[in-house]
T-cell receptor
Framework: AQSVSQHNHHVILSEAASLELGCNYSYGGTVNLFWYVQYPGQHLQLLLKYFSGDPLVKGIKGFEAEFIKSKFSFNLRKPSVQWSDTAEYFCAVNVNQAGTALIFGKGTTLSVSS | EAGVAQSPRYKIIEKRQSVAFWCNPISGHATLYWYQQILGQGPKLLIQFQNNGVVDDSQLPKDRFSAERLKGVDSTLKIQPAKLEDSAVYLC?????????????FGQGTRLTVV
């Protein structure tokens, strides 16, 4: 069965610090990879996604993620965080097949102090 | 474009009572999902519909949970009877009917507290 591991449960950073959140998945076949964000009081929103092609994908608000197939990883990065990035971040994966459901990691809470 | 609508936003019930949640997906989205998100964990799939047919309900506790999607649009999720461990946020999501490279769009969720 597929699973997703997020290594950091809670990350605390100061504004302008760089961010990297780890995500690993377990599945031997072709997968689609996602990062979702949930700001306080809001619904889950897509940050970025990878289906194929360039393994470095760019998303909204300056976030990017790199797919490293050999490491089964899809880490999220941002060079300089802002206070408004305070949120919960979820890595998710689904099998590369139409209509399959997402499997989520446990999430990482990011707290950014100004 | 209107998003995924869910109601109610919050619900508090006593254990052994029943409760129902409603979801209206984005217009034209054929696939609808119900997820359960327990505090401190990521969303876990309960059931997936394609139009009005069930695609995956392998993780739905069928002795107490039921879901339906009549006419392939709105959906309801019911819990009867509720247990303390059902306290969670219940998320509805929908996605378009095209291919694997589509994202799921989530509603605000219903926060259920069982006391």
């Amino acid at each position: 069965a597929q699973s997703v591991s997020q290594h950091n449960h809670h990350v605390i950073l100061s504004e302008a610090a760089s961010l990297e959140l780890g995500c690993n998945y377990s599945y031997g076949g072709t997968v689609n990879l996602f990062w979702y964000v949930q700001y306080p009081g809001q619904h889950l929103q897509l940050l970025l996604k990878y289906f194929s092609g360039d393994p470095l994908v760019k998303g909204i608000k300056g976030f990017e993620a790199e797919f490293i197939k050999s490491k089964f990883s899809f880490n999220l990065r941002k060079p300089s965080v802002q206070w408004s990035d305070t949120a919960e971040y979820f890595c998710a994966v689904n099998v590369n097949q139409a209509g399959t459901a997402l499997i989520f990691g446990k999430g990482t809470t990011l707290s950014v102090s100004s | 474009e209107a998003g995924v609508a869910q109601s109610p936003r919050y619900k508090i019930i006593e254990k052994r009572q029943s409760v129902a949640f409603w979801c209206n997906p984005i217009s034209g989205h054929a696939t609808l999902y119900w997820y359960q998100q327990i505090l401190g964990q990521g969303p876990k799939l309960l059931i997936q519909f394609q139009n009005n047919g069930v695609v995956d309900d392998s993780q739905l506790p069928k002795d107490r949970f039921s879901a339906e999607r009549l006419k392939g649009v709105d959906s309801t999720l019911k819990i009867q009877p509720a247990k303390l461990e059902d306290s969670a946020v219940y998320l509805c999501a929908s996605s378009p009917p095209t291919g694997a490279d589509t994202e799921a769009f989530f509603g605000q969720g219903t926060r259920l507290t069982v006391v």
